[in-house]
């Protein structure tokens, strides 16, 4: 139970008990010879924001597009809600998919564009206009009803079209790339109205993007996806902090990953020879870890110290030469060449003046950072 004044955790997919709304078993998709979905079993909860995040071709769009019904897997079941979906044409499954182009009818109102799918629907006529109504307020568009999409701003059009998806009140919304017509500033603040609305309605999301950011900021968990497998499914933070392959480690965010050689494993730490004349670095033993293995370190930029002098108290200290610096306005990243040649990264957040900092350009420096800051990859 969470404690008072605290705000109770969302995370159904711990709960044994909690049954999921979307559930794949081993679902494979081809597309003659070509494997699209390779025998993916996942669960997907109620209330949920699942983002399916990969590079184009990854099989994401595939899985997006079973669910709607504009495809049908190969082999293996989807069930919505306990019920096999296969069966089911696409307008008669309690599921609505926004498009990244909106498909707004350029001759019809806001509001009649939020009305058209409910006129279609078995919803009573007189009770449309409240619905309607309630589908302006939740995105914010009260004043803007009368006009016609060419008539609102690219970010509203995306709310329309939010609203449009939503008014039906279905079980699942599958929105593809939804924000990528947007520029970054306005991507940003959407993301969270989108959190927002889902909170608000209790409607099961699943996104696809290729966004990393975007994913991380909108999700409850993140599928990483490649040549039609999930790799990792997990929380953002868990995606982003504990990689279980190099693959996500170097997918999610900006990293530095140094292979190694292990050299010894004791007291749950691992020592790992990684350059001739350096010594070894130092990171936390993963399970089955053994010496000889080949394997690889990940770290991410932030994690990275950089100074002037050689730190003392940290358990990995590796000198340098600064080769480049790229300022971001909130962090510096300072990009190191190591003795041999091997690049780093380290990230400074800027909480000082430009004329105060006191490392620049082929400054000879030390990267400093602790025994846990990076993690040990084995694959």
């Known amino acids: 139970m969470a404690q008072p004044g605290t705000r109770p955790v969302f995370a159904p997919w711990s709960d044994p008990a909690e049954k999921p709304l979307i559930q794949f078993r081993n679902v494979t998709k081809k597309f003659g010879d070509f494997v699209a979905i390779d ?22 769009t595939t899985l997006m597009r079973m669910l709607a019904g504009f495809e049908a897997p190969t082999s293996g079941t989807i069930l919505l809600d306990g019920v096999d979906i296969a069966p089911v044409p696409p307008n008669k499954r309690p ?16 509001w009649d564009n939020i009305a058209f799918g409910l006129r279609r629907s078995d919803m009573p006529k007189e009770q449309i206009p409240a619905r309607v109504e309630e589908m302006l307020r939740l995105v914010r568009l009260e004043k803007f009803a ?13 709310r329309v079209a939010l609203a ?29 109205e989108l959190m927002d609305i889902q909170e608000k309605t209790g409607t099961t999301f699943v996104i696809v993007t290729h966004d990393q950011e975007e994913a991380m900021t909108v999700a409850s ?20 902090e504990t990689p279980n392959s190099v693959y996500v480690a170097d997918f999610i965010g900006d990293v530095n990953i140094i292979e190694g050689t292990v050299a010894d494993v004791a007291g749950g730490k691992v020592s790992i020879s990684w350059a001739e004349g350096q010594p070894a670095l130092i990171g936390t033993a ?18 990275v110290a950089i100074a002037t002098q050689p730190p003392s ?19 510096s990243t300072y990009k190191v060449e190591l003795p041999g040649g091997r690049m780093m990264k380290a990230q400074v957040a800027n909480d000082r003046r430009i004329a105060r900092r006191d490392i620049t350009w082929d400054d000879k420096v030390w990267l400093s950072f602790t025994d846990t800051a990076g993690i040990v990859l084995l694959k």
């Open 221 to 240: 968990r993140v599928a990483v996806m490649d040549h039609g497998k999930m790799i990792q499914i997990d929380t953002p933070d868990r995606i982003y």
């Open 39 to 60: 025998n993916i079993t996942v669960d997907i909860f109620r209330r949920e924001f699942f983002a399916l995040l990969g590079p184009s071709g990854c099989g994401k």
């Open 164 to 192: 449009r998806s939503l008014a039906k009140a279905p079980k699942l919304l599958l929105l593809d790339e939804p924000l990528g017509a947007l520029d970054k500033k306005l991507r940003q603040d959407t993301q969270f």
């Open 95 to 110: 599921v609505n998919m926004m498009f990244q182009s909106y498909a707004l009818f350029p001759h019809l109102s806001v």
């Open 313 to 331: 108290d940290r358990a990995n200290v590796i000198e340098g030469t600064v080769h480049d610096i790229a300022y971001l306005g909130n962090i």
């Open 286 to 303: 993963p399970e089955g870890i053994a010496k000889g293995a080949r394997v690889h370190y990940a770290i991410r930029p932030e994690k």
């Open 146 to 158: 009368k006009r016609r999409p060419h008539q609102i701003s690219g970010g509203q059009r995306q």
